[in-house]
C-alpha cells in the first residue's frame, strides 16, 4: 500500500490508507528516516509536508506524522516537480501558477514583436519559453481541468498567437498530440508497467488514441 518515489534529492512517500489503518504507511516513513540516517543524508524534516487526499464526506482525522520529536505540517496544497497538488485534486492551483508565469513572459513576447523581430523567431521564444510552461507536465493535470481553468489557458494562447501573428494550437489540441506520442512510447518500453496492459487490451493503434 506504500510507495516512494524519488527524484534527484526529492521523496516522495504515498500510501493507501483503508479503513483508517495508517500502521504501513508510518512504518515506511521510519524505514526512510532509518535508511537516511545508514546513509549519511540529513532529512530536512522543516521542509517535510503531508497532503491527505480523501473524498469521503466524513472525513477521518489522523494524528501528524512526527520525524525524530518534530511533527511533519499537514497541507492543502503540496509543490512537487514543479507541480502544484491539492488535497481536493482540482488543479486549481496549478491553474493559477501556469497561467500568472506565461502571462509575465507574455509581456517579453510582444517586447520582442515591437523590435520588428520576425514571425519565425517569435514562434520560436513562444514554443521554448511560454509553451514550455503552459504545457509543463500537463499529461498529469490536462484531462482534470475545469472548463473555466482550460478557457484561461486557451485566452493565453490565442493572445500569444496574436503577437507571434500565427494561429497557435488549441490547449485541447496539444494535449491530445502529447498523449498520443506517450502511448507509442509506452507500447515499446518493455519495463513499463502499462506496455503489458496496453498491448494486451488490443484498444490502441498509430492512427488513433
Given at each position: 500500500?506504500?510507495?516512494?518515489?524519488?527524484?534527484?534529492?526529492?521523496?516522495?512517500?504515498?500510501?493507501?490508507?483503508?479503513?483508517?489503518?495508517?500502521?504501513?504507511?508510518?512504518?515506511?516513513?521510519?524505514?526512510?528516516v532509518?535508511?537516511?540516517?545508514?546513509?549519511?543524508?540529513?532529512?530536512n524534516?522543516?521542509?517535510?509536508?503531508?497532503?491527505?487526499?480523501?473524498?469521503?464526506?466524513?472525513?477521518?482525522?489522523?494524528?501528524?506524522?512526527?520525524?525524530?520529536?518534530q511533527?511533519?505540517?499537514?497541507?492543502?496544497?503540496?509543490?512537487?516537480?514543479?507541480?502544484?497538488?491539492?488535497?481536493?485534486?482540482?488543479?486549481?492551483?496549478?491553474?493559477?501558477?501556469?497561467?500568472?508565469?506565461?502571462?509575465?513572459?507574455?509581456?517579453?513576447?510582444?517586447?520582442?514583436?515591437?523590435?520588428d523581430?520576425?514571425?519565425?523567431?517569435?514562434?520560436?521564444?513562444?514554443?521554448?519559453?511560454?509553451?514550455?510552461?503552459?504545457?509543463?507536465?500537463?499529461?498529469?493535470?490536462?484531462?482534470?481541468?475545469?472548463?473555466?481553468?482550460?478557457?484561461?489557458i486557451?485566452?493565453m494562447?490565442?493572445?500569444?498567437?496574436?503577437v507571434?501573428?500565427?494561429?497557435?494550437?488549441?490547449?485541447?489540441?496539444?494535449?491530445?498530440?502529447?498523449?498520443?506520442?506517450?502511448?507509442?512510447?509506452?507500447?515499446f518500453?518493455?519495463?513499463?508497467?502499462?506496455?503489458?496492459?496496453?498491448?494486451?487490451?488490443?484498444?490502441?493503434?498509430?492512427?488513433?488514441c
Amino acid at each position: 500500500s506504500c510507495h516512494l518515489q524519488k527524484f534527484s534529492d526529492d521523496t516522495a512517500l504515498l500510501s493507501l490508507i483503508s479503513r483508517g489503518d495508517d500502521l504501513a504507511y508510518r512504518e515506511e516513513v521510519n524505514s526512510f528516516v532509518g535508511w537516511c540516517d545508514a546513509n549519511f543524508l540529513q532529512l530536512n524534516v522543516g521542509k517535510t509536508q503531508e497532503l491527505v487526499i480523501d473524498f469521503r464526506k466524513k472525513k477521518q482525522t489522523f494524528s501528524p506524522v512526527v520525524i525524530k520529536g518534530q511533527p511533519v505540517e499537514t497541507v492543502e496544497t503540496y509543490k512537487y516537480l514543479g507541480v502544484y497538488l491539492d488535497d481536493k485534486l482540482n488543479w486549481k492551483r496549478n491553474s493559477d501558477s501556469v497561467v500568472k508565469k506565461a502571462q509575465s513572459r507574455l509581456f517579453f513576447l510582444r517586447k520582442l514583436r515591437s523590435f520588428d523581430i520576425s514571425r519565425r523567431l517569435l514562434n520560436v521564444f513562444y514554443q521554448g519559453i511560454m509553451a514550455s510552461v503552459l504545457f509543463y507536465a500537463v499529461l498529469c493535470w490536462g484531462r482534470s481541468l475545469t472548463a473555466e481553468d482550460k478557457n484561461r489557458i486557451n485566452k493565453m494562447i490565442k493572445k500569444s498567437g496574436s503577437v507571434v501573428g500565427q494561429s497557435l494550437d488549441s490547449f485541447d489540441m496539444i494535449l491530445d498530440k502529447r498523449m498520443k506520442n506517450k502511448l507509442k512510447t509506452v507500447m515499446f518500453l518493455e519495463d513499463h508497467p502499462f506496455t503489458r496492459f496496453l498491448r494486451i487490451s488490443g484498444a490502441l493503434s498509430v492512427g488513433e488514441c
